[in-house]
């Protein structure tokens, strides 16, 4: 028998989650949002935006499923993304809905 325990940002019924992350490193200019937005997309039941800073990192705000979430931090990180990122800072909290699809803005 194994026990699972509550992952940050995941209530106990497993509704829905908001991730927000900061990518910084060399992500503006380069189609990263839009990238991000197509990959939120593919991803599927995900609903949010992608936002330059203007500090040079871009903040990208997702709700849906933990675990689609989760695949969308994956993505962020694994270099795979136009532009260079040097890391990624992510919180996670209750979904707070208002979003229709995934924007860039």
Do not use: H, K
Request: glycine share 18%; proline share 3%.
């Amino acid at each position: 028998m194994s026990t699972r325990t509550q992952s940050a940002g995941e209530d106990a019924a497993g509704e829905t989650v908001r991730m927000t992350a900061w990518v910084r490193g060399r992500v503006q200019g380069v189609g990263f949002r839009w990238f991000t937005r197509a990959s939120a997309l593919r991803i599927g039941g995900l609903a949010g935006f992608a936002l330059n800073l203007g500090d040079g990192r871009v903040q990208v705000v997702a709700e849906g499923p933990r675990d689609r979430c989760e695949l969308l931090l994956r993505w962020l990180r694994t270099g795979d993304t136009p532009g260079r990122v040097e890391g990624v800072t992510e919180i996670w909290g209750p979904s707070r809905g208002g979003y229709e699809g995934f924007a860039i803005r």
